[in-house]
């Protein structure tokens, strides 16, 4: 991507709103920062609705590399506008909630143990769900599922499938079957959820 971005002359949108859910906080970075190294312009955005748990608070950044300081100021001085325009003065708490963990270490640790534990069970309900397949269609069709990060897979389900599921099943899932991995609370609902799915794509 930093290649075609070079040589097109695109101006990269990174949306990060899923850190840490991936490989880990660090590693999840690798391309961004790959990006950054090669091109001149970047627009980076960074959530911490799914990582720290804040949806309601709506807290995150926007983050451009400019080519000089004065692309830079224009572009700082139109996002002040848009940002004036759409909510004027967001509350601060959320942010504040943020900068307390990730300035104490206690804390930070703790944060950063927890979205462990989470990515664990997130990569956990892949492998379980992608391992019950193989049983249930006796093939591997399915092992891309294990080999996705974060708390999504598209399932590649045609209108006919989607629907089925939820008339048939009432599994609701939108067209072209996105699923939320994080959704699956247990091992009954994977088995579950495997046997549907399988029926529909046979």
């Given at each position: ?88 003065m ?27 534990e ?60 996105r ?24």
């Amino acid at each position: 991507m930093a290649d075609v971005a070079v040589e097109r002359g695109f101006l990269p949108f990174i949306d990060l709103a899923y850190q840490g859910f991936g490989d880990g906080l660090d590693a999840d970075l690798y391309g961004t920062r790959k990006l950054a190294s090669k091109v001149s312009d970047l627009v980076v955005t960074s959530s911490c609705s799914k990582n720290f748990g804040l949806y309601r608070d709506r807290v995150g950044c926007a983050m451009i590399i400019a080519k000089d300081s004065s692309a830079a100021d224009v572009t700082k001085s139109h996002l002040t506008v848009a940002a004036r325009v759409a909510y004027s003065m967001p509350p601060d708490h959320g942010a504040a909630m943020v900068a307390i963990i990730m300035t104490d270490p206690a804390l930070r640790k703790m944060w950063e143990d927890e979205l462990a534990e989470m990515r664990g069970r997130i990569l956990g309900l892949r492998q379980q769900l992608a391992d019950k397949m193989a049983v249930i269609t006796d093939s591997h069709d399915w092992d891309f599922i294990a080999r996705h990060r974060g708390m999504f897979s598209l399932l590649c389900l045609d209108k006919n499938q989607t629907d089925t599921l939820i008339n048939e099943h009432s599994i609701y899932i939108v067209n072209g079957g996105r699923i939320n991995i994080a959704g699956l609370k247990d091992d009954a609902q994977v088995t579950r959820f495997a046997e549907c799915l399988a029926a529909v794509t046979r």
